[in-house]
């Protein structure tokens, strides 16, 4: 398991091309990488996947047609391995994550959420990016049958409680307001968490 306990977990999700990436890089900026880290979920399904037929994990981690080219068989075999074992790549993610703040930028299912929640009951933050569809689009988004109307792009559309929500359709300045207001929530998070552990907040 982790060398560390974690102090906050930022949980993120989004539509494919929303700006999960984009914005968890931001955030991770300013709270610095000593502090926070990024873990995806599919990093480890993608990384086994590549093993098992002989793909390039690289490239498979990209944002081209060679990673949307394996996206649905990719899907198939990640919720195979979920329906024997839900946590398995959460687990698999937070591994070596020894960072106080992890920002899981890429949850799909309710399991995936729910396995935090149950791990970590009291220090997960949800939120949620939105973008529309035409912004989506403009960033490279295609609907696909089978993909954006699936569990993979759709299971956390309805049963969550997002504790904040990020419009993310590209006014530079309504995003920055947002990620001010997301930094004040993360801190006052950990000021309630280091109260009831009876931690000095860091000046
Ligand atoms: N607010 C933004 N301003 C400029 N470019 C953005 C913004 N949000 C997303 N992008 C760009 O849009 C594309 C998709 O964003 P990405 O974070 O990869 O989406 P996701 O991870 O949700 O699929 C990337 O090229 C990214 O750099
Ligand atoms: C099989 C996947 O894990 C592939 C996810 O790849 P990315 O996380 O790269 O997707 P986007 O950034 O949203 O475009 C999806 C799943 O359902 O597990």
């Not at 529309?132 to 109307?149: A, K, L, V």
């Not at 699936?150 to 904040?164: N, P, Q």
């Amino acid at each position: 398991m982790t060398s560390t306990q974690p102090r906050i977990i930022l949980l993120f999700s989004g539509k494919r091309k929303s700006g999960k990436d984009y914005l968890t890089d931001l955030i991770q900026k300013r709270l610095t990488a000593e502090m926070c880290c990024i873990l995806r979920l599919s990093a480890p399904l993608k990384q086994q996947y590549a093993k098992d037929h002989s793909l390039d994990y690289e490239e498979l981690l990209g944002s081209g047609q060679y990673k949307e080219s394996y996206r649905a068989d990719m899907i198939r075999w990640g919720e195979m391995k979920r329906q024997q074992d839900s946590g398995f790549f959460c687990r698999l993610a937070i591994k070596h994550a020894t960072q106080p703040i992890w920002i899981i930028s890429d949850c799909r299912r309710m399991s995936d959420v729910q396995w935090f929640h149950e791990e970590f009951s009291d220090r997960c933050i949800c939120v949620r990016v939105e973008a529309s569809e035409q912004t989506r689009s403009q960033r490279g988004w295609r609907f696909t049958t089978g993909i954006d109307d699936a569990e993979s792009e759709c299971g956390l559309d309805e049963g969550v409680k997002f504790d904040y929500i990020i419009r993310n359709d590209g006014a530079d300045d309504v995003l920055e307001k947002q990620l001010e207001d997301l930094l004040s929530l993360i801190k006052s998070r950990e000021d309630e968490s280091n109260a009831q552990n009876n931690i000095k907040p860091e000046k």
